[in-house]
């Protein structure tokens, strides 16, 4: 299944450093890593609606991964369509940072 983030995970991957200066220059802030090893960043797109941005690395069996996960209230907030127009966007963003 195709995602927004497929060609992001392709361009980031094996060089994580990269994706952290895209990440830094949309103004993400790094937040640590979670338990399995992702890097995670936290970026306001509104007041209201916090996302995240994770980073997986590449290993053995599974590819480079990102995802961006957004509140589970974003739909209180915004509709279905917008959300995934501003999933997109941050996308684009992250992608012509670089």
Avoid: H
């Amino acid at each position: 299944m195709y995602r927004m983030t497929d060609p992001l995970s392709r361009e980031f991957s094996g060089d994580y450093p990269k994706f952290r200066v895209a990440a830094e220059k949309i103004s993400a802030v790094f937040m640590g890593n979670s338990k399995n090893g992702d890097y995670l960043w936290r970026l306001s797109a509104f007041p209201k609606i916090p996302l995240q941005i994770a980073y997986s690395e590449a290993d053995d069996e599974f590819p480079c991964e990102i995802k961006i996960n957004f509140d589970s209230g974003v739909l209180r907030f915004m509709g279905f369509e917008t959300v995934a127009f501003l999933n997109g966007s941050i996308a684009n963003a992250l992608f012509t940072a670089v």
